[in-house]
């Protein structure tokens, strides 16, 4: 018999201390934690030795017509660590001059836009001069009506000596008639010239756009313009990505055990508890608390000066009293459970439970 699994169950009000110490089935010991931490760092190292590989296949020496594209290891890193390599390019002599040649052009053009960038800094400075186009318009209306004036004076004249002749004079009918007719043939002169001159004005609009545009262009041509081609190689391989330790997830894996490990010990502790219950139960200990009753309602009172009350615990209806009431009245009547709630030994209160 364990004698500390003995005194616990008289300290839980058990019937039968002797029985609950012997049935007592201890848990089985935890099996030893994976070595999570060692399996992630087995695996980087791993992913870092086939990075290395490929990085190595990859790096193919290149001969061309322009020249050749050679990799080495460099010195430092034979001595240890991960390998580090560098990538000589040596170019033919045309593959050279041509080279230099694209270089001189480059240098040239960069002056030339150097300059280009001056002037459109000049022309952006000066705001667009849109009044020019009115002023254009107004010009050449200017230059019709030159004509026209001489011309309808003219024709007025001969107009109004022709209705003399016929004996039409100023004010009849037929004289007012012709002179109208004659102004409305002058009015539509003077209106298709005022047209024509308005239709100046999107054609010097587009014109002066034009000049102020120049510089913008000659710059965008001098920066897009075409240009020597260097000789090509095919890119570098790029170091291949090795995942490292993944710590996060080795502790996460580290707290699913350990939680785990919690949740059978919990699990251990309520199949005890169930238990101790069980053989309560058989003492008529049952739990009696206050705290875990709801619905309370007083019907009667005990012998011992304690109220009689129905309620409702655990889902179930029952009549009965209330713990702190007996502890007060007969401690010994009371036992505590190991959740903290109080029991009450109804046996030695003659029944009242139900």
């Known amino acids: ?65 322009y020249g050749s594209l050679q990799y080495t290891q460099d010195a430092v890193s034979r001595f240890g660590g991960n390998p580090s390599y560098s990538s000589n390019i040596t170019l033919s002599p045309t593959g050279q001059a041509l080279l230099d040649a694209n ?17 459109v800094e000049d022309t952006l400075a000066q705001p667009f001069d849109q009044q020019s186009v009115q002023d254009t318009a107004d010009r050449a209306y ?40 004659f102004s409305n043939a002058r009015n539509d002169a003077y209106t298709q010239a005022n047209t024509a001159s308005i239709g100046t004005m999107p054609q010097t609009m587009q014109l002066a756009s034009a000049l102020r545009n120049m510089p913008l262009n000659e710059l965008n041509a001098l920066r897009t313009g075409s240009q020597v081609t260097n000789p090509q190689f095919s890119g570098s391989p790029q170091q291949q990505t090795a995942t490292g330790a993944n710590y996060g997830a080795a502790a996460g894996q580290q707290g699913q055990y350990d939680q785990g490990l919690y949740n059978a010990g919990v699990g251990q502790a309520n199949s005890f508890n169930s238990g101790l219950m069980q053989l309560a139960g058989t003492a008529a200990m049952f ?25 409702d615990i655990f889902g179930r209806h029952e009549i009965g009293v209330m713990a702190q009431e007996v502890m007060d009245v007969m401690p010994s009547a009371v036992g505590l459970h190991p959740s903290g709630y109080m ?9 009242v439970h139900g």
Request: proline content about 5%.
């Open 287 to 311: 739990m009696s608390d206050r705290r875990l009753k709801s619905n309370i309602v007083r019907i009667g009172e005990h012998p011992l000066g304690i109220g009689i009350y129905k309620y």
């Open 103 to 119: 270089n001189q052009s480059s240098l040239g053009l960069a002056k030339l836009q150097s300059g280009a960038e001056g002037r």
């Open 142 to 181: 200017k230059n019709y009506t030159q004509r026209l004036d001489p011309q309808w004076a003219a024709k007025e004249e001969s107009e109004r000596a022709r209705l003399a002749n016929q004996g039409l004079v100023s004010g009849g009918e037929a004289y007012t008639n012709a002179m109208r007719d």
């Open 1 to 65: 018999m364990d004698k500390a699994r003995y005194l616990q169950a008289i300290r839980q009000g058990c019937v039968d201390p002797w029985a609950a110490s012997v049935l007592w089935k201890s848990s089985p010991s935890a099996p030893p934690a994976p070595d999570y931490k060692g399996a992630a760092e087995s695996t980087a190292s791993g992913n870092l030795e086939a990075a290395k590989q490929a990085q190595q296949a990859n790096m193919v020496n290149q001969n061309t017509p």
């Open 343 to 351: 029991m009450v030994n109804y046996a030695a209160l003659g029944g």
